[in-house]
């Protein structure tokens, strides 16, 4: 896998899943399988707006040039889908989100081997 293609895969989720929880929370959690009050709505809406941060880097990142904000950025990528994969397989397996839910564990697992396999291999040098 390429930066270049990391990059995309994970904007286009983010702009997918960002879209769906700022506007609609709700209808993707019933899909799920669980639902949301207040709060949970709320909760949802900010993890959205965090989604669109994460659009912005990775889509205006991903002509980036080989340079020392690569890894960060996928250090960041790594960190923060590694966490989402353990949190979402722990909700799948209690049965918080219903077998769709597999679908987001299977995103999460993308891009967390995605990642940390750029951060395992040297940059070309091409």
Known sequence: MTFKNLM?????????FGILLVFVPGVLMD???TSLGPG????G?????GLFGT?????FAKNAA????RRPILLHLFVYDAIGLI?????VISGVLNALGWGI???????TLGSGYLLTTKPSTA
Not at 40 to 43: D, R, Y
Not at 45 to 49: E, F, K, L, P
Not at 66 to 69: G, L, N, Q, V
């Open 55 to 59: 659009l912005m880097l990775t889509w």
């Open 105 to 111: 564990v299977a995103v999460y697992l993308v891009i």
């Open 45 to 49: 809406r900010v993890y959205g707006a």
């Open 66 to 69: 080989e340079s020392e904000a």
């Open 8 to 16: 995309i895969i994970k904007a286009i989720v983010c702009l997918s």
């Open 87 to 91: 949190v979402t397989v722990l909700a």
């Open 40 to 43: 949970g709505t709320f909760l």
């Open 31 to 33: 899909f799920l399988g």
